[in-house]
């Protein structure tokens, strides 16, 4: 089994920061992609920012406030908002391509943390 778990998410003001973690674990032989993605009520869910083999992708709507970072040895993804806006306000998921221990690969999703970015 592989489980990704999500923290950091929370209540914060217009302007402020958050930081999301996502660690990986199970029966892991490697990590391809990793990224973050979210979903606001009522809309589908978007990608926010995605890292794989050193790369970085983000979306238009992120880019220069949010970074995404990932630490290899600890199977874990990062993501640092900072100048957040309301409408930053979704379920933020974790997503990851991984390679088991079995030779299967597969895409995996988080259970999600909520951010809610108010007044």
């Known amino acids: 089994q592989v489980q990704l778990v999500e923290s950091g998410g929370g209540l914060v003001q217009p302007g402020g920061s958050l930081r999301l973690s996502c660690v990986a674990s199970?029966?892991?032989?490697?990590?391809?992609?990793m990224g973050w993605y979210r979903q606001a009520p009522g809309k589908q869910r978007e990608l926010v920012a995605v890292t794989s083999g050193g790369s970085t992708k983000y979306a238009e709507s992120v880019k220069g406030r949010f970074t995404i970072s990932r630490d290899n040895a600890k199977n874990t993804v990062y993501l640092q908002m900072n100048s957040l806006k309301p409408e930053d306000t979704a379920v933020y998921y974790c997503?990851?391509?991984?390679?088991?221990?079995?030779?299967?690969?597969?895409?995996?999703w988080g259970q999600g943390t909520q951010v809610t970015v108010s007044s």
């Open positions: 199970g029966s892991i032989f490697s990590i391809n992609g």
């Open positions: 997503n990851a391509a991984i390679v088991r221990t079995s030779g299967r690969t597969g895409d995996y």
